[in-house]
């Protein structure tokens, strides 16, 4: 399918480069031995996770056209594995793009504060996509099933795919309440996909700084559906959900009173498993429930 590199603009987003430290090296890791090219923004702004918009939309789609911009100065599209900038930014691309046609001077507007700080006007020419999408639509399943090194056949994955990465945008990549792109991927790496109530919901992350009750209390009922489905560990797209479900995790279970104990992995971490990448490579060791039951099953402990 693929006779050369494909090269995207790489917008890695905050929680990668600081808490989620892993997925910024994993999906690192992935792309390079899968042969696509990432040319990180390293200009680019915070998306702002959905809150910039509660104090001025302008603001928020400001921020957004210069990220997106840098994408247009390299003529490509821009490439990020947070499910949360996938919804911002995608949202705001779309937005903008009505907006050249409907209301051409708010786009100028917008415009006219990039110039101020001397960036590239915002021309709507490019694509926001998830890694999960490059994967499946520009990648292909076949070509990731051709690289398996180590089949994840005793591996049960339960995906948690969040608010942001179904529901974001207008354009949709896959079917916003039954999903399935992330299940053809654990087929694709020899896992076994579960199915559980809750993995199109929302993890609770947005609640956890004022109801932080009925944040964990959400997580700690999706982890424990699936953990009753018969799950191995959760996998996300999305580096919000992970802290939610993994680095609270421990928090959940005061909350609600139950030990879980289930790993949650990086998309990207699971398929480099597949791959033969090396656990300590894909950052599998930073995670607060720990991965080694995971690692054990594919006898890599």
């Known amino acids: 399918m693929l006779s050369q590199t494909i090269k995207y603009a790489y917008y890695p987003g905050c929680v990668a480069q600081g808490a989620c430290r892993e997925l910024y090296l994993s999906t690192q890791a992935l792309t390079q031995a899968l042969g696509i090219e990432l040319i990180e923004l390293k200009k680019a702004a915070c998306c702002g996770s959905g809150t910039f918009k509660e104090d001025s939309q302008l603001l928020e789609d400001t921020v957004n056209a210069r990220n997106i911009a840098l994408a247009e100065e390299l003529n490509l599209p821009l490439l990020t594995h947070c499910s949360t900038c996938q919804g911002v930014l995608g949202h705001v691309n779309e937005r903008l793009q009505e907006c050249q046609s409907t209301k051409p001077e708010y786009v100028q507007e ?85 199915y559980y109530h809750g993995r199109t919901q929302c993890c609770g992350w947005p609640l956890s700084s004022y109801a932080t009750k009925e944040s964990f209390t959400m997580a700690g009922m999706h982890i424990q559906s699936a953990l009753a489905a018969g799950a191995d560990c959760l996998v996300t797209p999305c580096p919000l959900c992970h802290l939610n479900l993994d680095s609270r995790q421990p928090e959940v279970e005061k909350v609600i009173e139950k030990r879980l104990g289930l790993p949650v992995l990086h998309l990207p971490q699971l398929i480099g498993l597949a791959l033969g990448i090396k656990p300590q490579v894909l950052g599998l060791e930073r995670h607060i429930v720990s991965t080694q039951p995971i690692l054990k099953k594919l006898g890599l402990g």
Not at 120 to 132: A, F, K, N, Q
Not at 157 to 182: H, I, N, S, V, W
């Open 110 to 194: 917008v415009n006219s504060f990039l110039q101020k700080e001397a960036c590239s006007p915002y021309r709507g020419t490019t694509e926001v996509i998830h890694l999960l999408h490059v994967l499946v639509r520009d990648y292909g399943l076949d070509k990731i099933r051709q690289r398996v090194t180590r089949s994840l056949t005793s591996l049960n994955c339960a995906a948690f795919y969040g608010c942001y990465l179904l529901r974001g945008q207008k354009t949709q990549y896959d079917d916003p309440f039954q999903p399935e792109a992330m299940e053809n991927v654990f087929r694709a790496v020899g896992a076994t996909p579960v």
